[in-house]
């Protein structure tokens, strides 16, 4: 367990945001132009939001708009996954990991114009603890049920205890058992904090599922009165035209926003995207397709951004489907599989070769793990050596109707790693379905041996990558290894950073031993804006504040 107690002062909070504004002559500040400040960036987003409550929402169309405009205790610093103080100036862990204390930011008010405390800290997540009915769907509170697990009615156990508030700087969160993964978690957007008073006065905890199932508020809080204390506050909103922000002139942070204007516009196809950019109707889109990179980059009146590799696509293996229960077998897999012809043929040069289940960026990142370099001659000796006769038959799926950030085209990727096994030493049945729900729901039940598919990073903790894939025992992969399940468990526990470091380390070499899976690319996805944006800083998980950007 955890030693001493860990605080973070306000001098890195304050160093950091100013960090976060430099490149841009100092105009981050109170101190900007009168034209900067009056400038508009509209940015082309590929869908509109669900609702602006991030207790709500999975998607990141609806996490990046709730971002500009809410905080939560805790983010991330600029372009990195390292937990940086926000409403909460220093925290303190107590030794058994089971308390949080926070000190908060003071003078800080919300949108409305009522105060930021404690007891606003301790409203917000006693809301969602009690959360009741349609909003225990998760397709509402998805991202609560991922970190905290269950609710008040103690239908399923719940990490979150308490939040006690004894004087106006002051929370104090309880859980019921240790979790080192948790304040990382707590960096998600879905965590930030409202007020209190909007969010009864307007409704939020009302709504209900349709008939397909899908969850939706019926207040008006969620799509006509959100209210954080972010540099930027809602204005308007019509549904398939755009969003609006405004520069929020009351902000309590040293830099608010250098443009007074924010929109996000919907446009769902990426090549209309490039052509609004090149229009000049807007000044910057996300999930560029991999193709449009080289007219981007080609063109001085826009410029091409990457994210840090924070994802991985990979091959899953399913025990349950023979003969993948056999460890030669999907050795041999990993060796007759070229990597990085993938790579060099279908990310445009901005991906990277994974050899193990989470990017290089996450603490617990282990340099040391076997590797599976491709050797087709190497993939039939060890057939040959296991008794097999080839050529081996192996089922093999991939999703249609779909592009992800590890995967932009699954079907080329899939044919390419198709032809290898056959030409090695393999029979592949080939399978595919739409990515949902038939293909999504085949995989997580178990229904298809191999099968593409990947994982893009909430928050900066290893916890969220191989905790997600091989903590507990699951249809998709279909073993039962103890060894591993119990090296995440002590891993996810453990507070000392360093101890939980090598923990991770440890059961990233036991997981590439096992070999559940071949992952095979990370990917840096790309952004692109005109030529006179600057400050925007790429984050790993999509966490970028908009105020430290530079319209000229």
Known sequence: MGRSAKLVPLLLALSLIAAACGGNGGEGGGEGGAEEKDATLT?????????????LVSDGESLRAIDQMFEGLVSLEPGGTEVAPALATEW??????????????????????????????CFNFDRWYNFKGSFQNPSASYYWQTVFGGFSDGKTPSLYESCEAPDET????????????????LSLTNFTIASPEALTEYDADEGKVDAEGIFGPTGTYATEHPTGTGPYKFES?????????????DYWGEFPGNIGTLIFRPIAEGSARLQALQAGDIQGYDLVDPQDYETIEGDDQLQLLNRPAFNVGYVGFNQKVKPLDDVAVRQAIAHAIDRQEVVDGFYA?????????????????????TQYEYDPEKSKQLLEDAGYTLPVEIDFAYPTDVSRPYMPDPQANFEAMVADLEECCFKVEKKSATWSPDYLDNVDNGRYGLYLLGWTGDFGDADNFVGTF???????????????????????????EATREELYQEANRLIMDFLPGLPYVHTKPGLAFTANVSGYQPSPVSLEPFSIVTVE
């Open 43 to 55: 940015f082309g987003t590929s869908a509109d939001p669900v609702v602006l409550d991030g207790a």
């Open 92 to 121: 303190e862990i107590s030794e058994d990991g089971k308390t949080y204390t926070f000190t908060l930011q003071e003078g800080v008010k919300f949108h409305d114009g009522t105060d930021f405390n404690a007891e606003a800290v």
């Open 170 to 185: 002051t929370a104090i969160l309880n859980l019921t058992k240790a979790s080192a993964s948790v304040l990382a978690a």
């Open 237 to 249: 909103w019509t549904r398939g035209e755009s969003l609006t922000m405004v520069r929020n002139e």
């Open 349 to 369: 040069g901005q991906g990277e070769v994974a050899h193990e289940f989470m990017p290089p960026e996450v603490v617990g990142y282990a340099d040391d793990v």
């Open 470 to 496: 091989f903590q507990t025992e699951q249809p998709a992969w279909g073993f039962n290894n103890q060894e591993i399940f119990e090296a995440l468990d002590e891993a996810e526990v453990e507070t000392d």
